[in-house]
């Protein structure tokens, strides 16, 4: 991960943890005269892998294998993360900047003004399981951030600056025709299901058997999606409960199987065919794809077209601002490194030493690619 890029997370993602005491004898990093304690590794390692899509979707327990690539790189990510925090707040401190609770309060103002409300910023902490206390010292965070950037070089984004990026890149304003839908998806793929039963069963099963038992399970998936369709279409107030309860996208479900606008490339053609010929607020009978049973219903339409510059200039300002920010800290960091002490401690959580793991993972990976049947070769004779 590039320094910019764990710069924007800090300051984006809000994901920081306050320093702690050299003295905790958990130290696993010393920066300057601070410490980064296995506690803050662990918190925010945790922090990431629930952030993680490939955990959500897969279900898999990163942490588990601690020389696996997504370990690996969940970690490396991690640990500069914090570093650059440290380097940051140590600075912050030494130039006296401190965010008051009115500027916490304004800022969280805005962020429920452009969320539409406070209960949906609510919900969205809620679903992440983040506390309201954790949020507003994201926010504080963020906000004392943003002061450091201000302290070391101008941020203010003119109009013309704002005009100028629409005209270069006016493509990035351009959308095809989208649809927002909510979904509730039902699993019903045979090679998943095989692969449970034969790993559920304690005996050997025959391949009639196998399949029996498949096509049962098939057919059950197929009834609970229409008996859900069915009840969906006589009251549609119980869609998003039932999301949260019945479907397969975990990632969804968590947001009431809300997947938000999308252009028809996105989805597979069945799912598409039908969310961009469907009635609004109308639920779906069960739509079949590789997936399973999905019970859609479509929500909003957008026509296509170009995003207006008066409408996208706020937007526009936004981002120019924080790519300002996020280049000032990007160039402080740098150079706060340079003159700091980085001590580690435990030689586990070294970023370097990460990466070279990584780096030998990766050459396997690229090997194994050009010359499959020499890693094959190579891993009978280990047997």
Known sequence: MTLKKTIATLMVAGLLFSGCGIKNQNAIIKVNNSAITQK?????????????????????????????????????????????????????????????????????????????????????????????????????TQEKMHKLAKSIVKTKVTDKDCKDFYDKNIDKFKNPEQVRASHILIEANPYQIQQAIETGSKEKLSENEVKSKIEARLNEQKALAERLSKELQADASKFKAYAKKYS??????????????????????????????????????????????????????????????????????EFLKTENEIKALDDLTNSLKKKSKIEILDEQYDPEKINKKLMEQLGKLKQKAVNPENSQKTASKKK
């Open 40 to 140: 803050d590794f662990d918190e925010l390692m945790d922090k990431a892998v629930a952030n993680s899509p490939f955990a959500q979707m897969s279900g898999m327990d990163i942490k588990k294998d601690k020389n696996g690539m997504l370990y690996l790189m969940t970690a490396q990510r991690v640990l500069n993360q914090l570093i650059v925090q440290e380097l940051l707040n140590q600075e912050a401190k030494e130039r006296g900047i401190k965010v008051s609770k009115k500027e916490v309060d304004e800022a969280i103002s805005k962020i429920i003004e452009k969320m539409g409300g406070k209960d949906q910023l609510m919900e969205v902490l809620k679903t992440n399981k983040v506390s309201v206390a954790q949020f507003k010292e994201d926010v504080k």
């Open 248 to 317: 397969a996208d975990t990632i969804s479900a968590k947001q009431g199987g809300d997947l938000g606008f999308f252009s028809k490339e996105r989805m597979v053609p069945e799912f598409s065919k039908y969310a961009f010929s469907a009635k609004p607020n109308k639920v779906s009978d069960p739509v079949k794809t590789q997936y399973g049973y999905h019970i859609i219903v479509v929500t909003d339409r957008r026509a296509a077209g170009t995003v207006p510059y008066e409408k996208a200039k706020s937007d526009i300002k």
